[in-house]
């Protein structure tokens, strides 16, 4: 397993990282230190997970990535250039997916995109392309209430793909669905940004997930979290996924995080 903690400060490094978080401080109070000097890169068109111990940190630092809560310490660059609060390249994409009951898969997918300088026809058929190509045809004009929790999720992932942002930054996205379903959206979702040159950031508790679907892990110690290591899990991609999910080095990087956050259990 290859392991490194450190900010790659190399020019190559710099040229190709979307996103950069240079010691990241977090007191949600004086005794609430949420995060402590957390330095981390996420390479352009790929997927980070950011795992760890519950209450570690990981939704804070997602949030901070995002601009939706400021950090105590540290700055945020988004390609080399410092950012404060949020910005149109970085979507984020909530646990639940926020839909709105009142409107239809359309108009939520359309939703995201109602500040950009779109028309309204621009937007809807930007909408039907990703409703499309999450498997909804065909049901634009249903209301949440009308679909399976999977379906929600697919909606909410159709509508994070439309905004167009280049850095997605998803909270726990399948946590609500059962494993086949689950599974599925892994796949889906690592197929979706295949064409689409997404970098995403990403942060879940299962660690199978994370192995399956991330180019780079990146976990962190329990409160204040700490970048404990990072892993670039090693097998081929191109193969069925089930047999993936039966590759020596993907079980073995499965069974090495399980062995060191244990140890956090313990
Ligand atoms: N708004 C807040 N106000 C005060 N404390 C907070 C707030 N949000 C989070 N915290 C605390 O900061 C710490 C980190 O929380 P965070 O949600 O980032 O962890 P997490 O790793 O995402 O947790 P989990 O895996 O359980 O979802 C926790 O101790 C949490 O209680």
Not at 146 to 175: C, H, I, K, T, Y
Request: net charge negative; glycine share 6%.
């Amino acid at each position: 397993m290859s392991v490194s903690a450190a900010l790659d400060n190399s020019p190559k490094a710099a040229t190709d990282d979307i996103v950069e978080v240079r010691n990241i401080t977090k007191y949600y109070s004086p005794d609430v230190h949420a995060l402590s000097n957390v330095n981390l890169s996420f390479p352009r068109g790929q997927m980070t997970t950011l795992l760890g111990p519950s209450g570690c940190g990981k939704t804070t630092l997602l949030k901070i990535i995002a601009g939706l809560l400021e950090p105590t310490e540290g700055d945020v660059l988004v390609n080399g250039k410092q950012v404060h609060g949020t910005g149109p390249e970085r979507a984020f994409v909530f646990q639940d997916f926020a839909l709105l009951p009142w409107a239809t898969v359309l108009r939520n997918v359309a939703f995201g995109m109602e500040l950009t300088k779109q028309d309204k026809r621009e937007r809807e058929d930007r909408a039907r392309h990703y409703i499309n190509e999450v498997g909804l045809a065909g049901f634009e004009n249903k209301y949440p209430h009308e679909l399976s929790g999977g379906m929600r999720q697919r909606v909410g992932l159709a509508r994070a793909l439309a905004v167009n942002s280049d850095v997605l930054l998803m909270d726990e996205p399948f946590s609500a669905v059962d494993e086949q379903t689950r599974r599925k959206f892994q796949e889906d979702l690592l197929a979706l940004l295949a064409n689409e040159n997404k970098t995403v950031i990403f942060v879940t508790h299962s660690i199978e997930e994370a192995v399956y679907v991330s180019d780079q892990i990146v976990m962190l110690s329990p409160r204040p979290g700490r970048i404990h290591s990072i892993i670039r899990p090693e097998f081929s991609r191109d193969a069925d996924p089930d047999e993936i999910r039966r590759d020596k080095n993907y079980l073995d990087t499965v069974e090495a995080i399980w062995a060191d956050l244990r140890k956090y259990l313990d």
